[in-house]
């Protein structure tokens, strides 16, 4: 049996067109049943429900063979990873080119963001991917004060509880409707194929297979 872990919403939504290329039918919509273990048209193949930000834990520890998860999401859990003293035990083959975002930093329309940091003042960002944003304002030679949040960025500029947010971004709209403004594009963002690297060496053949047929998928597209 092969485990593939997904999380509800876009990933799962986006990765299906991808699977049915591969000759793959998922046989429940998520939406509507509760069930979290999901078979497909594929005997050897179900579909595990996580949080979008469990899904590198659980390919990691095998409690799926692989998964598909945000670049966002990798790098945050390899951040967490390495600073714990971890390795990170994750073979990542494949961009599916799907959940294309950017990662960004926004501030308030009327916050002169370019002195601040010409200045060199500490400013204060709000985000939840803490480790992503360290490591880009450290390559800047910006000094931050970062505050971790687990969801509503855009609220924190609009409060005082931050300057900056560094959050993604797809068509800005939810900025504009709050009066924030992109200042940076960190990275472009889209969801990878993650696969637990023991699990590649047991179930060799039928992983390799899939890996394949996903990319082959991925190629047809573009
Ligand atoms: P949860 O809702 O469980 O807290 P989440 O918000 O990370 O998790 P989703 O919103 O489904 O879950 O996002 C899953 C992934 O999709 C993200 O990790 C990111 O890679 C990508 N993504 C997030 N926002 C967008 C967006 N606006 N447009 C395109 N892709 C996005
Ligand atoms: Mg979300």
Known sequence: MITLALSKGRIFDDSLPLLRAAGIEVLEDPEKSRKLIIGTTRADLRVVLVRATDVPTYVQHGGADL????????????????????????????????????????????????????QGSRIRVATKYTHTARQHFASKGVHVDLIKLYGSMELAPLTGLAEAIVDLVSTGSTLKANHLREVEHIMDISSRLVVNPAALKLKREPLRALIDALEAAVEARS
């Open 67 to 118: 998964g598909v998860a945000g670049l966002d999401v990798l790098l945050e859990h390899a951040g967490a990873e390495s600073s714990a003293g971890g390795a990170v035990g994750l073979y990542r083959p494949l961009d599916l080119g799907i959940a294309r975002c950017r990662m960004s930093v926004a501030v308030r329309e009327d916050f002169d963001y370019a002195s601040a940091v010409k």
